[in-house]
């Protein structure tokens, strides 16, 4: 899939009016009080889902529900028997104390998840910007804390899908088309993702966020590996798996939204770069196509790209998946790495 189709995409051919009324599921959106996440949150709520919204501000949070409510946008209009709702998990990704609390509240009034969006991300803050615990801030945010909610979330995604139709029930792990600039010779610099680490505060702001999003890519696809083997034995017949979560990871496109908010100040720059952005609502449809269309129930372990079609993933960041064991390598380190907070 070239770059300039991933700049420039045709226009979505999954759109809100291919979402079927989604009562009775149950979504979490991290980071979905503003930007792409919010569009996703606006098109489950409007079909009719129980929405979680996690991110770190409940302010932003009111705002959003004010903002989802009022707002269905024109294509949305259903009749539901069972109205949407929306929900707050406060949870700050870049201080993992905060999550195991969130998540165990969380457990005690929700009983299945069907498909969580990892969106929430933090893009080119200023250099040395760090998490709680001393990770480079966006490897921090969008790999490390999204690892450990993940990792809590999983026996509730396993559950859910043993229980459900095969390939409904999905993780979805928000990259962008910047993971074909990480690090050679396979997307990840393993010297440098540990906490309070010498080298990552000597590397480029763009190359670490580059790096970070390679990161979203190697754990979507070592968890579609891992789903397929945890997936429960079937009682009728041992012999076979019970369907498994599906795991994706994409690039929602390039989009108007605030997570160009650190990377301001050039105004010639700015007008540039606003050229060939999207408006958001658009790098929406990437994600709810990614995790709900029915196309992508097989796509196990595959990489979607805007605004909603099946890609592939830059060669390098693959031939280290498939030849190095990346992904697995990865996850052992951040299993340890989050193993006190998990
Ligand atoms: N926009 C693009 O052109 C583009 C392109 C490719 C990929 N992406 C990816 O798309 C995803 C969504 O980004 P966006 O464009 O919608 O940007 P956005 O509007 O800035 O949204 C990012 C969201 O992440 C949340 N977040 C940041 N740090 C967090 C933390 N420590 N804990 C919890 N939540 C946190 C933000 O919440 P706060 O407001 O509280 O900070 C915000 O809700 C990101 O993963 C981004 O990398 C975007």
Redo the contacts with the bound molecule.
Sequence with gaps: MSTYSQMFPPKPVFTEKDIPILSGKVFLV??G?????LEVCRALYHKGGRVIIA???ES?YTAAVEEIRGNCGDRLTVDLSTPGSLEFLC????DLTTIKPAVEKMLENVKRLDVVWY?????VPPAGSKTKQGYELQWG??VV?HFLLHKLLCPLLTATAAGSEAGTVRAIF?S???HTYSPKPYGIDFDSISRDNEKASKMAIWNLYSQS?AGDVLLADEYAKRSVALAPVSNEDPAKKKPHVVSISL?????K???Q?HSTGNKIKEFLVSMI?HE?SL?GLTELYAGLAPETADYNGGYVVPFGRKGSVVSYVKKGLTSEGTGAKLWEILEEEVKDFA
């Design positions: 991290t980071g009080y503003s930007g792409v996440g991110g770190r501000s932003s949870i700050d990704l870049a969106n929430a991300g933090v893009m945010t969008n804390g928000v962008s088309i910047m999003k690039n929602p496109g390039n989009l939204t605030n997570l908010r952005l958001q790098g």
